[in-house]
């Protein structure tokens, strides 16, 4: 066969390959603020009610113990976006400044995929502050205190005396000009009241068309965007602000709760009994949102928790409009859905109300990963359960792998593909969450280990003991235990200080 005909040959066949192989996957990530295991396909509470989010979850795989890697949104998001844990990149609270500035230098999840030829798109919640730049083109909107603007729920001089005081009174009003009396839930204000601003820890309905709220105006603009043809492959992002506070909803979403009230979550008296101080003081502070005294005192727990409810049902609707408009699109078959939150929330669980401690309900957040459908024979059926603990920093090596990129070398995550394909796989992980530094929390499939910056610990059997009620730190008979999993939280800290 003479040397040209050959070559020929096999340029024929490579150019038949390329054209047969599947194009790159589109990528849709949806991130949901503040959401913890109140969601029906993780039973968290028995009046979740997201049938959107469960039916995500049998087309894909839910992963039922997953953890990020620090419990606010900030830090949280900027190990997600970076694949660099908060010992790497200096973004350890809400306060620490963003990963734009603290590490200009890394390349984050958007700028990968757009470095491998894909579109960026954004809209919503997606870093803490900032990151627009960081996509080909990105919608924002007010999404925190929809559906009024930042200026209608901001106190006033002449009202602000009253935001600390058993009757705050901030008088604004809504979209249809009817007046409104902030806060709805009519408590004070247990963090620096004197301070200039909206009150954020508030809940309550509004009667005011969906589209008033910023939440679905991100899932009108995302949807049109889904609809329009590319010819490159898409990354999208789409981050939705509930249910973080002020837990605010249209009305509709409160109406079920009429015949049907609230359930409060487990929290029984003295539960912080076996804990030190540090741990006490953790619970107690009002850091993230109020506490729970106040919640308590003008009897406002059961509304807090209808609210939340309330809130996660009018994401999880948005959240099928957006689902809808994909699968009708011309992306259906090629693209990887992930959806996630950026850590979890407590309603009075070991009498805390927000996130930052280092404990299951703040740790342990919904994942879900969803394979394109052209590829689904690749992986794990769909409805497919993993229990093996991951981390939310193991998404961006995740995603990476799935569409073939070639990422960062120094990621501190891992892969989640194999557990894609093989769910029951044991991996003898533990995850690491943060909290301010040397505060430390280790999740295994078993055990969680949480050391305090002044040395203080707790260990919890999560097989026995789910709701972390009972501290075995200081039982002689869990002393081994004890040992091993600060042992294990040591290795971990010194593989991210070796890299």
């Known amino acids: ?211 008033d709220f910023g939440d679905t105006r991100i899932t009108d603009w995302a949807i049109g965007q889904v609809r329009q043809a590319s010819d490159k492959p898409r990354f999208f992002g789409v981050g939705y602000y509930r249910p973080h506070i002020p837990l605010w909803a249209p009305k509709r979403f409160f109406d079920r709760f009429a015949d049907d009230p609230g359930q409060l ?6 539960d912080l009994d076996d804990l030190g101080a540090t741990g006490r003081n953790w619970a107690q502070e009002a850091v993230t949102a109020g506490s729970h005294a106040t919640v308590v005192k003008h009897d406002q727990w059961r509304q807090a928790v209808e609210a939340y409810l309330a809130c996660v049902t009018y994401v999880d609707h948005e959240i099928g409009r957006l689902l809808d408009a994909l699968d009708a699109s011309a992306m259906a078959d090629n693209t990887v859905i992930v959806l996630f939150s950026d850590h979890g929330w407590h309603l009075g669980e070991k009498e805390h109300w927000g996130k930052w401690t280092g404990w299951e309900r703040s740790t342990r957040v919904p994942l879900i990963i969803v394979p394109p459908k052209a ?78 910056a002044d040395g203080s610990e707790e260990l919890y059997d999560l097989r026995t003991d789910p709701h972390e009620w009972t501290n075995l730190a200081g039982a002689s008979a869990h002393e081994s235990q004890k040992a091993s999993l600060a042992k294990e939280l040591e290795r971990i800290l010194a593989a991210l200080d070796s890299k």
């Open 1 to 211: 066969m003479p040397l040209l005909y050959r070559i020929l040959v096999v340029i024929a066949l490579l150019a038949k390959g390329a054209a047969t192989a599947a194009p790159q996957p589109n990528v849709l990530l949806i991130a949901v603020d503040d959401l913890n295991d109140w969601i029906g396909c993780l039973k968290g509470h028995p009046q979740a009610l997201t049938p959107n989010i469960d039916r995500l979850a049998a087309r894909g795989m839910l992963f039922a113990d997953a953890q990020c890697a620090a419990p606010a949104c900030n830090p949280s998001r900027a190990a997600l976006f970076s694949g660099r844990m908060p010992q790497a990149t200096g973004v350890w609270s809400n306060e620490s400044g963003g990963i734009l500035k603290r590490a200009p230098k890394l390349e984050l999840l958007p700028q990968a995929f757009s470095k491998n030829g894909y579109r960026t798109l954004g809209t919503g919640k997606l870093l803490h502050s900032g990151g627009t730049n960081l996509y080909d083109d990105y919608f924002n909107t007010e999404q925190r205190w929809s559906p009024l603007s930042p200026k209608a729920a901001d106190y006033t001089e002449a009202e602000l005396p009253s935001k600390g005081s058993d009757n705050p009174r901030h008088v604004t009003t809504d979209s249809q000009g009817r007046t409104i009396v902030l806060p709805l839930n009519r408590m004070p204000s247990d963090r620096a009241p004197e301070k200039k601003g909206g009150e954020s820890f508030d809940w309550g309905p509004f009667d005011v068309p969906d589209s």
């Open 265 to 270: 979550p487990p929290a029984p008296g003295g």
């Open 375 to 452: 590829q689904a024979e690749r992986f794990a059926a769909a409805g497919s359960r993993c229990d093996q603990p991951v981390g939310l920093i193991d998404l961006y090596p995740t995603l990476v792998e799935i569409c073939g990129l070639k990422g960062p070398a120094n990621l501190d995550g891992e892969s989640l593909v194999s557990l894609l394909h093989e769910p029951e796989k044991v991996t003898g992980r533990g995850i690491l969450t943060t909290f301010d530094p040397g505060n430390t929390s280790v999740r295994t499939d078993r055990w969680r280990y949480i050391r305090y």
